[in-house]
């Protein structure tokens, strides 16, 4: 086996309690190949003996049917010039949400796809089914996180001077729209924002969470720098319209992850078509809207879908990508009647079929994690 063959079985090793392998996390420092024998430097600035040694034996059960001698070297250097290295913590690598197990960003390269509507619900459905989940809404420009969850209150403070999460729907959420009120105009540079994104992950008493979902603002500007910089995330949730000029920004925050080798976990297409209810009084078998036949079920009742936009972007990023389509919400006036009541649709009792495609979406996302 040569350098790079060696390279791309240790990319199967992922680092204790994630799903990010040692090779992205800057771990593999060096090979070396003689004959029938393979040297491997490791890097693991962690202080956990037990999750080195795991590192260690998988190393060699790896790589033990190919060579007759795997000697493993573990250095204490760290490489300051590499932003994706791990940093000293006994459970997590980076030290920063070491309570988390898995922090999942939910992105997009522009705004108004509907990213923060699928935040929520996600977070809901989710919350229905893991027993901690945190929401954190980090567009610091316009957060929306209060009006989607009818709250407006102000977080209280720890004695040790950290904000305590909000409560809503079983989970833990925070908003800089709860510190300044969604009515007030937030004009900082982005060093400030950067500030304030960090803030969030070391000030906020999150506590133990199953699960923390990130409400990212659209681009690939400063927050979503100070996110690669100082956390280790699960992986990326995309979340894009099907019209071109959705794609072509999405397209460049989907490789923005991937060069800073965070995983995308899936695509998400948002309104996708238009979903009419209704009902015909007195019942008649040939009805056409625009060419297309409707189907009348036996009460006089239709369920109806437009394509608004394109057809198809969603499938066409996720194939780009070689990552699964999780779903495709379409675009419906309970989704607005549910936003505006601060009531997310995942958040109710009963779920209608509008809420139940964020379920399946939320319930295809734990198969990915786990």
């Known amino acids: ?20 392998d040692i090779v992205s996390f800057g771990m593999v420092k060096d090979v070396e190949i003689n004959d029938d024998s393979i040297k491997i430097e490791l ?77 929520a619900n996600l ?40 904000l305590i999460p909000l409560e809503k729907f079983g989970m833990k959420v925070m908003s800089f729209g709860f510190i300044s009120g969604n009515e007030t105009p937030v004009i900082w540079r982005g060093p400030l924002v950067s500030r304030m994104t960090e803030q969030f992950f070391r000030d906020v008493a999150w506590g133990d969470l199953d699960i923390l979902l990130l409400d990212l603002p659209p681009g690939t500007g ?57 009902i015909v009084n007195p019942i008649d078998s040939a009805i056409e809207i625009n060419g297309e036949k409707i189907n009348i079920e036996s009460d006089g009742t239709f369920n109806l879908k437009f394509d608004l936009f394109k057809v198809g972007g969603g499938e066409e990023e996720s194939k780009r990508l070689g990552v699964p389509l999780l779903g495709e919400i379409p675009i419906s006036e309970k989704v607005m009647l549910s ?21 399946d979406i939320a319930d295809k996302i734990l198969s990915i994690i786990d």
């Open 1 to 20: 086996m040569d350098r790079e063959q060696v390279l791309t079985k240790l990319r199967s090793i992922n680092y204790p309690g994630f799903s990010r």
């Open 123 to 162: 977070a809901c459905a989710l919350s229905k089914k893991v027993k901690k989940i945190g929401l954190l809404d980090l567009d610091i420009y316009g957060p929306s996180l209060p009006i989607l969850l009818g709250l407006n209150e102000q977080p209280k403070m720890t004695q040790d001077n950290k």
């Open 222 to 278: 400063d927050i979503q720098l100070t996110l690669t910089q100082k956390l280790r995330m699960t992986g990326a949730v995309i979340i894009t319209t099907p019209q071109d000029i959705a794609l072509a920004d999405v397209r460049k925050g989907a490789d923005m992850f991937k060069k800073v080798n965070t995983p995308v976990l899936g695509v998400i297409e948002n309104m996708s078509g238009l979903s009419l209810d209704g």
């Open 43 to 119: 890097n693991i600035t962690s202080q956990n003996e037990e999750k080195k040694q795991q590192v260690v034996e998988s190393v060699k059960k790896e790589l033990s049917e190919y060579f007759a001698s795997v000697k493993i070297v573990l250095g204490n250097k760290t490489d300051q010039s590499s932003p994706s290295q791990p940093s000293q913590d006994s459970s997590n690598p980076t030290g920063i949400l070491d309570n988390v197990k898995h922090v999942i960003a939910i992105a997009s390269g522009k705004g108004g796809v509907g990213k923060s509507t699928v935040a």
């Open 339 to 359: 936003t505006d009541e601060g009531i997310p649709l995942t958040s109710q009792e009963e779920i209608n079929e509008i809420g139940q495609v964020y379920v």
